[in-house]
Structures are given as C-alpha cells and as structure tokens.
C-alpha cells in the first residue's frame, strides 16, 4: 500500500490512547472487521471502518484531481483548436485572394502577348508542383516573384496548421478518454462509501464521526506543539486578502466533485476561483498548485497562502491563520473552516510570493455553523 493510502496515524493513536466509545455497541459483526480475539472489537470495528472509508474518500479525491486536470486540459485544448480553425480560415481567405490576383495578371500578360510559364504555376491547385518546381521560382521577377512566395509560403502555413489541427483533434480524443474513466473512479468510490453507510444506522455514524473529529483535535495538537507553524502572526497581500474575502463569501456551499463554483466547489476548485478573484491565475488542480507555484515553509504562511496535504498533493486548503484554514473538505460537506493538521500536511505554496503583506489586517468573521464537522457521505458531481 502507498504512503497515500495507508491509515491516518492519528486514526490508529485513537486506538492506542482509548479513544471514545470504549463500551459502544455498534451491532456490527465483529468478525468482518477484526480479528476475533481482538480485547477491544467494538474500538477495532469502529477504526477499520473509518479507515476503509477514509481511504475510500482519498481515492476518490486523487481520482477528482485527475478528472479536474483533464478538464482543464481539454478546455484549453478546445481553445487552441478553434485559434487554429481561425486561422485556417484566414490563411485560405488570402490565399484565395492571391490566387485571384495571379488569374488577373495572367489575364493581363495574355493580352500583352501570351502567357507567362510562371503564372501558370500560379494558379496551380497542386501544392507539390509549387514545391517542386521551386527552381523556377527563383527566375521571376517583380511582382510575380512576390506573388509565387506569397502563394508558396501560404500553401506551407495552412499545411502546418493542418497538422497542428489534427495533433489537437487526437489529443482531444485522449484527454476526453482520460476524463471519462476519471469520472468512472470517482463515481465506484463514492459508491462503495454509500455502499459501507447504508449498511450503519445513524448512531453508529455518529459514533464514526465523533472518532474522526477525536482525531483530527489529536493530529492539530501535535502539528502545534511540534513549532512547525511557526509563531509570528503574519499578515496577508492584498490579493491575498481579496482572495480570502471570496473564500469566506463560500462558506456553508457544498462540495461537489469537479465543481468551480459559483454554487459548490471541490477543493481547487474554491483554491483556484478565490485566486482568480483576487486576480491572479493559478492551476486548476491542487497537483499543478503544489508543482508550479512558489513554495512557502510552514513557519512563514500567512493568510491566503494554499496548504497542499497528502503525499501526492490531491487536497488543497486555504491558510485563514491561526492554524486554520478554508477548505471544501470532500463529498457530503459544505465550505468550512478546518484545523490546518485536519489532513496529512504536504507543505505550503503562496500565489502572490512577489507581493508583501498588508501592514493591517483584520480577519473576516464567520459563523459557528463553519466548524462543524464535515459529515459522512456523498454528493453528485455538478
């Protein structure tokens, strides 16, 4: 199993350290989730559980990245190949305008006494004649030496774009390929977490939940005392603070996979429209957010600085200071303000790393209702 997709360590200190629900009676076969001389199989049931569901839930997300970079791969492909159509059609409007002329010319040289060999290359349909009766070329003169580059060099622009149209049309094909069995992952992800829920009544999810937020107050204790954060209350940029301000507005919209907003979000997705809002355009995916922008070392963040969590960079959250941070958390959750230790730390990346803080900084408020835990379950893709 990768470091990806092993247990979160703070899931197995919740065990060791006798975590909550010491007498609970879930009502699940102890057999199918633990070892049955296990001392503790009403503990061991509840951490398989939230483990199998964690990792269900992280596969999805990696899954959600590649569906988002694929996306946005496409769309950026589609835009090139209609620059490409533009030009294409430009490239034979003057082409055609040149060939128009070499007839007009040719008629005129008609009459002053026949037809120059050279205009009948002209107006050949055939690219390859031009191309390989080149050395004529070169024994024209004046205008007609102009008009023969001009159609050469035309018939050699549009069959480079014809075959930069073509590479886009393939690549195209390939990124929708790609997209759609993305899709299918997350979807068979979040499916096998509806599958393992329905299968719970409502107090056993709680009872889940209650271990996870357990383990996340575990893991931001720890990340605090281990000075990683570092103590100087540091301020934002300005485009810092109005990309914190657009997070904020987010707060209580749901996360749904492969959403950009204006009414839900996955995790980049909020990352990269609060930048955009703020001016500045970063990736679209938390993997292209981590390998593009400038690092930042966790003792130096300051607000609107991105935190990149897991061993392959598949969340994002926005640093709001503190040690907390904005985040859409994962399907069945809303925007929310979180622990920064909430998730697996990966380090830091600051968009606006040439700007300088703010000398006044006042942090907006949000409701109560923005710390609640994020629950378990699934939401549709927008």
Same mark, same amino acid.
């Given at each position: ?61 990696? *899954? ?9 791969? =496409? !769309? &950026?492909? /589609?835009? $090139? +190949? ?81 075959? *930069? ?9 390939? =990124? !929708? &390929?790609? /997209?759609? $069995? +993305? ?200």
């Amino acid at each position: 199993m990768s470091a990806a997709h092993r247990p979160k360590e703070w899931v197995r200190r919740a065990l060791v350290c006798g975590a909550l629900l010491a007498a609970a009676a879930l009502g699940i076969p102890a057999q199918a989730y633990a070892a049955p001389d296990d001392p503790a199989p009403d503990n061991r049931t509840l951490v398989v559980l939230l483990e199998q569901l964690q990792d269900l839930y992280l596969k999805a997300e990696q *899954a959600t990245e590649t569906y988002d970079q694929a996306k946005a791969e =496409l !769309e &950026e492909n /589609q835009s $090139k +190949a209609d620059r490409l159509d533009h030009q294409l059609a430009e490239e034979r409007t003057a082409l055609s305008d040149a060939r128009a002329l070499a007839g007009q010319l040719a008629r005129e040289q008609y009459k002053s006494g026949g037809v120059s060999p050279y205009l009948n290359l002209l107006l050949s349909n055939d690219p390859q004649d031009a191309f390989t009766q080149g050395h004529m070329l070169d024994r024209a003169a004046g205008s007609q030496a102009e008009l023969v580059a001009q159609l050469e060099n035309g018939e050699k622009r549009i069959a480079a774009l014809n075959r *930069a149209q073509q590479h886009a049309l393939d690549d195209s094909e390939q =990124l !929708e &390929e790609q /997209q759609h $069995k +993305a899709k299918e992952e997350v979807e068979r992800q979040l499916a096998d977490v509806e599958r393992i829920l329905a299968g719970l009544t409502g107090t056993q999810i709680e009872d889940l939940q209650r271990l996870e937020q357990q383990g996340i107050d575990q893991a931001q204790a720890a990340f605090l005392r281990s000075g990683r954060l570092g103590s100087a209350a540091l301020t934002p940029s300005k485009a810092g603070n109005r990309a914190l301000s657009f997070a904020y507005a987010q707060l209580g919209k749901p996360y749904v996979w492969g959403a950009e907003g204006p009414k839900a979000y996955d995790c980049s997705g909020l990352t990269s429209r609060a930048w955009e809002h703020a001016g500045t355009t970063i990736p679209r995916t938390s993997q292209e957010q981590w390998k593009q922008l400038p690092h930042v070392p966790l003792n130096l963040l300051r607000p609107g600085d991105l935190v990149v969590y897991f061993p392959g960079a598949t969340h994002v959250a926005m640093y709001i200071g503190n040690g907390m941070v904005i985040q859409a958390p994962r399907p069945g959750g809303v925007v929310k303000i979180s622990p920064i230790a909430a998730n697996p730390v990966l380090g830091a990346v600051r968009p606006d790393a040439d700007d300088p803080s703010m000398k006044h900084y006042v942090s907006p408020v949000a409701p109560k209702s923005a710390h609640d835990p994020t629950p378990l379950g699934t939401a549709s893709r927008s």
